[in-house]
């Protein structure tokens, strides 16, 4: 079987394979090419799977794999505009003006299951991406990603130590869904996102599956079940009352936090109003530094946290200004549209 590609197109694929597949495991790095009514790449980090129609093509048996390095490293910089691509039993053959790359492979089964397919609603890309980058900005590897889709609004919110960050996508929902995202697809999907170069993107489930598509595109992301009480015990955070409202310039915060990350490193900051002075403190074995926020009466409390963590959080925050409100049980600290919110839990 042989098929003409255009180059550009190849390496716009190879390019979104690259940030699903991404670096941490290598025996991830691989493509799969096998035809369903013509040809697919697809290529996957063991979680989130990504398929590309790449074109009409005469049919094959089975699928071949492929090093996707491999594939990156011979069209970096091939001359001309289109290559052959070949497979055979047993190679697979690439060929571009005078340069010609064969490599073996095997002929592998088609593991393609059909699944229940249910459309959820269509988004803004870049919305959608901004949101789960936000969302997951404070994780580690072993943290989730939880992503609602209900009443007209995709929540995605990231629980890591003391610190929650939530994102709030406002859409029209044909169905509700829940699932938590592992923190590294999670990451793989926003970068892969922030690569693709699209307005808008469908949501489906695919049995248990969250699926985003675009035409002769589409990417399947695992995920586990949302609990129901993980779902009340959010509702409870955001449904509080704030006992008191404060606002600042985002520049002036974000810098002081910073400064802390830098100075501390991996030392754990606190934030505390005792009488009219809220300022962030942090000791460490041979260091003490204290920037105040505000001078202002009000209620007295303190929170614990990661300067690292804040300031990934703060930097994904849209807007120029924030909002501080202090609840019975937490400090927010949110944009103005209330689109991004990040919560520290009071000590």
């Not at 979680?47 to 492929?66: D, K, N």
């Not at 010609?100 to 991406?129: A, G, M, N, W």
């Not at 590294?184 to 993107?201: D, G, P, S």
Request: charged share 30%; hydrophobic share 40%.
């Amino acid at each position: 079987m042989e098929v003409s590609l255009k180059i550009q197109d190849l390496k716009r694929w190879l390019s979104l394979f690259d940030k699903i597949t991404g670096t941490i495991e290598p025996e991830t790095r691989r493509v799969e090419l096998f035809y369903k009514n013509g040809l697919w790449f697809k290529a996957s980090d063991n979680c989130a799977v990504l398929r590309i129609f790449v074109g009409e093509s005469p049919p094959f048996e089975g699928a071949r794999t492929i090093s996707l390095d491999l594939l990156k490293a011979f069209t970096s910089d091939v001359k001309g505009d289109e290559l052959k691509l070949s497979i055979q039993e047993n190679l697979v053959v690439l060929k571009a003006g005078n340069e010609l790359l064969s490599t073996k492979t095997s002929r592998i089964s088609v593991e393609e299951r059909e699944e229940d397919e249910e459309y959820v609603c269509t988004v803004v890309k870049k919305d959608f991406e901004n949101a789960l980058n936000f969302a997951s900005s404070n994780l580690e590897e072993g943290a989730f990603t939880g992503i609602i889709f209900e009443d007209e609004m995709v929540t995605m919110y990231g629980a890591y130590e003391e610190i929650l960050t939530i994102s709030f996508l406002s859409t029209n929902l044909s169905k509700a869904f829940a699932k938590k995202i592992p923190y590294a697809t999670a990451r793989h999907v926003y970068k892969f996102l922030e690569r693709l170069n699209v307005q808008t993107i469908d949501v489906y489930t695919k049995g248990e599956l969250l699926s985003l598509r675009y035409p002769f595109l589409e990417l399947d992301v695992c995920g586990d079940s949302l609990e129901e009480t993980e779902r009340e015990q959010l509702s409870r955070l955001l449904q509080e009352k704030p006992l008191e409202v404060l606002h600042a310039k985002k520049e002036i915060v974000s810098r002081l936090i910073r400064k802390a990350a830098y100075l501390g490193k991996n030392t754990k900051a606190t934030l505390v109003r005792d009488g009219e002075t809220m300022k962030i403190t942090f000791r460490g074995p041979h260091v003490l530094y204290s920037a105040e926020f505000f001078v202002r009466a009000g209620k007295d409390f303190q929170v614990i946290f990661s300067p690292k963590r804040l300031r990934g959080a703060l930097s994904r925050m849209t807007g120029e200004n924030l909002v501080f409100e202090l609840t019975s049980s937490h400090l927010r600290i949110a944009n103005p549209s209330k689109t991004q919110m990040i919560l520290l839990k009071i000590d």
